[in-house]
């Protein structure tokens, strides 16, 4: 009976300790594969879901590395996912980005929640309410990504004209996801033209 307890309460325990991260953006197979383990993971700006550059972002956990990003493929899938998830609606998901988040807006991760979920505010209005230019943010989210950009012309992937126009394709998909009204569907980015 103690046994039975003592499970009932590590499994509510281990669901309360997931759950926040399954609203940001993680799927139920990541959800359910966490939920089991009792090591952490943490992650960065620069470094993403592990599934790595052609894995077809756009879906929670089908993000692109920035770090490993060498090839002009990497970035056209790296852009795409800076437009960020449309499923989940005003909050974008920002599992990539949210260091960026957290020090540019300065707020708690469940303040942005509460704003962006319950309010009803974009990142350009939650920016705004806070007293922060938007155009702050995304410039902060493009200079946190654009290591990648660096990357695929140090390959030899790119030009550096291809790399300045890369760069511009960031920050119109960033300026895309912070300033989303919520109603405009998610564009799809298929690389520049030669």
């Not at 197979?29 to 992650?43: C, E, L, M």
């Amino acid at each position: 009976m103690k046994t039975r307890t003592l499970r009932r309460s590590l499994a509510a325990l281990s669901l309360v300790a997931v759950l926040p991260f399954a609203a940001c953006g993680t799927d139920a197979a990541d959800t359910a594969a966490t939920s089991g383990s009792a090591t952490s993971t943490t992650t960065d700006s620069t470094a993403t879901d592990q599934r790595g550059p052609g894995g077809g972002p756009g879906g929670p956990g089908d993000t692109v590395d920035v770090s490993s990003v060498s090839s002009e493929a990497d970035l056209v899938a790296l852009v795409q996912e800076a437009y960020g998830d449309a499923s989940l609606g005003l909050h974008r998901g920002h599992q990539p980005v949210e260091d960026v988040l957290d020090e540019v807006l300065q707020i708690s991760h469940d303040e942005l929640h509460v704003r962006m979920e319950e309010q009803g505010q974009n990142l350009a209005a939650v920016a705004t309410d806070l007293g922060i230019d938007p155009q702050t943010l995304i410039d902060a989210l493009v200079d946190s990504w654009s290591p990648a950009v660096d990357n695929a012309l140090a390959a030899g992937s790119i030009t550096e004209d291809q790399a300045a126009e890369y760069l511009d394709a960031l920050e119109e998909a960033f300026t895309y996801r912070v300033t989303w009204d919520g109603s405009e569907a998610t564009p799809t980015f298929s690389g520049i033209d030669a």
